[in-house]
């Protein structure tokens, strides 16, 4: 698992270490990774969201802070994806999506 902070992530270095623990991996923003051939970028703001998808440099856009659903596909085939709140404060709903690199068909699962 590779995650970004979010704006209200305080104690990062305990985060950090916390993650660790299972394997997990959270960074300052942006994140990049490449999975099967395909690009992704990892923010949590969504200022830069759509710049990110048109600029033809990943196929996949992850972004947070809403902690709303979002799913999209733009022109460029570039998808952004928003899995929502995997804690559930805000919304009262927990959240999270799985893509399927293959297929490029996300899911979004309430847990």
């Known amino acids: 698992m590779l995650g970004v ?6 104690e990062r270095l305990g985060l950090q270490a916390r993650l660790k623990t299972f394997g997990a991996e959270v960074k300052v923003q942006p994140a990049f990774v490449e999975l099967d051939g395909k690009r992704f970028v990892i923010v949590h703001e ?3 969201v ?3 998808a048109l ?3 990943f196929e996949v856009v992850v972004y947070g802070h809403t902690h709303a659903v979002d799913l999209r596909q733009l022109d460029n085939g570039c998808l952004i994806v ?3 709140e995997i804690c559930g404060w805000l919304t009262g ?3 999270a999506a799985v893509l399927d690199t293959e297929t490029m068909q996300v899911n979004f699962l309430e847990l």
């Open 93 to 95: 709903k927990v959240t």
């Open 5 to 10: 902070f979010g704006n209200n992530d305080g």
């Open 50 to 52: 759509d710049a990110l």
């Open 82 to 84: 928003n899995p929502g």
């Open 55 to 57: 600029s033809g440099k």
């Open 46 to 48: 969504g200022d830069l």
